[in-house]
């Protein structure tokens, strides 16, 4: 890591690392540090803006005013849990459960997508009466000891516990099947992997899956294979988990939730990062008759989780998605930023792929068209290079050399001109 | 359930049962619709006022308008994550850690207590290479899959993994030691818990514990136990966890954490609640050297995790503890409080025990003080009674026959003869 700019920033650096120690990581060669957010713009200490093609957290803005003012007015009034009434965290789950297929008709909040996702393998162990979680490769779903154990890009094989199995993720860019039957084939994968749990005497309690995957790569899975792959992990007793929080809230521009796009409901949902515009929110939604064994066993309480300053940032975020029509602007703006990088790759070879919707596309950079051998250094030197022109983004997947691009969802068409010029200029002053 | 007071409350409560489901529950047998928090005092919808006595968590007084302005500023200007330098996370870190031990010098940051409990084991299993875990009978940890197993109030002996062992907490009041010998003796339960694991070719990671437990009952553990526990658990190579989401912060009044009161300097500390004063903050406190191997093989990320905002929130508490003189309040208001229960139990012969230092005492109540037979339903009556008395606490413990006391760290001494004397009414009118 190179020196950062200034002396301040130096003293700031070397603070952090040693009062947060070395798990802590930072983005970019030289670190950001910023002290300020506005709607897609992110400013740091010297005054210098940045346009954010980043951050999905902020889902709304940066610093949304009517996030802010809920949140400060809830603060100052009641910041309590839920073993009192407030009619908060019942309007929010109403309104939350409005945009959701009636089935899932039951919500249970907590604090971050990590929560979230081990409230729905808790629920699904125990109505299955099983263990084995099925999940991707190249998974993520947070950072607790079980969440972390099926996050198989962090968890190599020789350190996962015997109930976990994986599948590829359905990439039909890179991955083994690329045909017209890949969804069936991706989907296939999943007897394979319940054989390999029975093997060993476990039974699967879960599929769990992110409906787009960000970490793979930024990839959709093909059509169908949502479907076939609930109907096979059903027949062998288990529950399908989509993972909605990164492609929930509308992002694709499509659908409000990911698994929209294949008009598949399943068993459980989980959401998380954008729900409260950055404040900790996340929530499991499952069918009711599923939450029964459960409950008949444990209750379940989370501290913060619900609280009613949490769930009216959560009601604001909804209202402003709503009222700014930003699913709408993300459709748009997306199929306009995507139209203009595809014409991008006439001129640049190393674009091999561009793909998503709405506000969550990827730019996936290759050394050959043919081969798809993935650029990864000329990704970094990328991200790097639109840093200097005022842009952030980053890279993601296995190979990390795909641009994630994933901005608040009032980018507008203007911001997306911002990033096309400045993206042209760092692909032309790449080393070839 | 009894049916609640008002129409409203009825409609609320039908729709909270209906959307949220059977796993939530709430207190009382007419449950609170509170709408606004002051202090120590919190407003109910037909505008009666109840003093707090239970809530630890609005650390120093609901709505804290200290608290609620830092948080309001930050999060106008920015929230985003860990991933930038920002100063507030080093600011805060810093702060904490200077409370702290000079060995407890490095900090990570989550949202719940959960979340820390999590990380604190992760660090212990990959530091130690070993997946055992010693922890107190009739424990709360938290709601994940792995600190659910370990949450032994919860969880009973045969849903427990395998790599779960227990040891008595050290309760010199209902335990089975209760003389002089019994801080070594209550410890000696670890060599035991140690051989068990062995017996199943398990060498345990960590010993996991409340330094004052409030779900055994706010039992506070003997002179001496934290010490011998320590030096038992390191010598068969496991690490001491001190769980302070409970007792930390000042609450006791003596100390600024539980784990002082017995000069052990512990491997890892947890806490959480009090923190952010109702915001979602926690942390994990861990000698450097011990991130280092945790560190080689993974990063920890935690998307809202000390954010600026939440560092904000905690940063603010710190001030307002120190500026109040809270630490010195609760050790204050809590000797008044605490001697004044012990000459009501000179007229009421049910209350078999008052324990506990500073803001976090205990009412253990009895059918009879010789044999120490809890008196769980007139606990019951009594936290009803006090409640028609506009007095909120609860109970705890095994036998649900302890009255907690534990209310916001502003608590007065008139708040304190408020107290008691709805207790000494709700004593009297309680059926023999």
């Known amino acids: 890591m190179t020196a950062p700019t200034t002396k301040v920033d130096a003293t700031l650096l070397e603070r952090r690392q040693r009062l947060l120690g070395p798990a802590y990581r930072l983005f970019y060669d030289e670190p950001l540090h910023i002290v300020r957010g506005e709607g897609v713009w992110l400013t740091v200490a010297d005054g210098r803006r940045y346009l954010d093609l980043y951050n999905n957290v902020p889902h709304v803005g940066h610093c949304r005013p009517e996030v802010v003012e809920a949140i400060c007015r809830q603060a100052a009034e009641l910041n309590t849990h839920t073993r009192y009434l407030h009619s908060n965290v019942v309007d929010y789950a109403e309104r939350l459960l409005g945009l959701l297929p009636d ?10 997508g990590t929560e979230a996702n081990e409230l729905a393998l808790r629920i699904a162990r125990e109505v299955t009466n099983a263990r084995g979680i099925i999940v991707t490769e190249f998974a993520y779903h947070g950072n607790s000891q079980l969440i972390a154990d099926i996050s198989t890009e962090d968890t190599p094989p020789e350190r996962r516990p015997d109930y976990v199995e994986t599948v590829p993720f ?7 099947h690329r045909d017209e039957d890949a969804a069936e084939r991706y989907a ?23 409906t787009i ?15 076939f792959a609930a109907a096979r992990a059903r027949a062998a007793g288990a529950l399908l988990i989509a993972d909605e929080v990164q492609p929930g809230f509308g992002r694709t521009g499509r659908h409000f ?9 399943p068993d459980i949902t989980t959401m998380g990062k954008p729900m409260g515009n950055g404040h900790p929110l ?18 379940y309480f989370n501290t913060f989780g619900g609280n009613p300053v949490s769930a009216a940032a959560g009601l604001a975020v909804l209202d402003v998605i709503e009222s700014d029509g ?11 930023l995507r139209a203009k990088i595809e014409s991008l790759s006439e001129r640049f070879a190393a674009i091999g792929d561009v793909r998503g919707h709405g506000l969550f596309l990827a730019i996936d950079l290759v050394r050959d ?20 022109r005022g842009v952030l983004t980053n890279t993601i997947g296995p190979h990390a050399n795909v641009l994630k691009l994933r901005p608040p969802m009032v980018f507008s068409a203007d911001n997306a001109d911002t990033f096309l010029q400045a993206f042209a200029e760092a692909l032309e002053d790449a080393p070839a």
């Not at 008709?105 to 971050?112: A, G, H, I």
């Open 103 to 112: 089935d899932l008709n039951t919500v249970m909040f907590s604090c971050t």
């Open 170 to 176: 359905p990439d039909c860019y890179r991955g083994i």
């Open 188 to 210: 296939a994968h999943i007897d394979d992997a319940v054989a390999r749990l029975a093997a060993r005497g476990i039974k699967p309690a879960a599929f769990v899956v992110d």
């Open 213 to 227: 995957s960000s970490s793979s790569g930024v990839v959709e899975p093909p059509a169908g294979y949502l479907q």
């Open 257 to 265: 939730w990911g698994f929209e796009a294949d008009k598949v409901v």
């Open 282 to 299: 996340a929530a499991t939604v499952v069918r009711r008759e599923l939450l029964d064994a459960f409950a008949k066993r444990t209750g």
């Open 326 to 336: 930003l699913q709408k602007n993300a459709l748009q703006v997306g199929s306009y």
């Open 369 to 388: 068209r043919q081969s798809r051998e993935p650029a990864t250094a000329l990704a970094r030197t990328l991200v790097n290079g639109l840093k200097e």
